[in-house]
C-alpha cells in the first residue's frame, strides 16, 4: 500500500503507549492497532484531529505516501 501510517514513530517519540491513546480519543486498542499496523482502508478525519491533537501532532507526521 502506498500510504505508510507512522503512528508507532510518534507514539515512541511522544513516550505513550497504544492503550493510553485509544483510552484519549476515545476507540478501542483493536481499532489503534489496526491503524497503526497499516491494515485500514480508511480513517475518519474526527479520529484524525483527536490523534493530532493528543499527539501534538500534523497528519504529515502520521501519514506518507510512497509509490
Do not use: H, W
Amino acid at each position: 500500500m502506498p500510504i505508510i501510517v507512522n503512528l508507532d514513530v510518534m507514539l515512541a517519540k511522544r513516550k505513550m503507549k497504544s492503550k493510553n491513546l485509544a483510552e484519549q480519543i476515545g476507540i478501542t486498542t483493536a481499532n489503534l492497532s489496526i491503524l497503526k499496523s497499516g491494515k485500514a482502508k480508511a480513517i475518519r478525519f474526527t479520529t484524525l484531529e483527536a490523534i493530532c491533537k493528543s499527539l501534538d501532532c500534523q497528519p504529515s507526521d502520521l501519514l506518507e505516501y510512497q509509490e
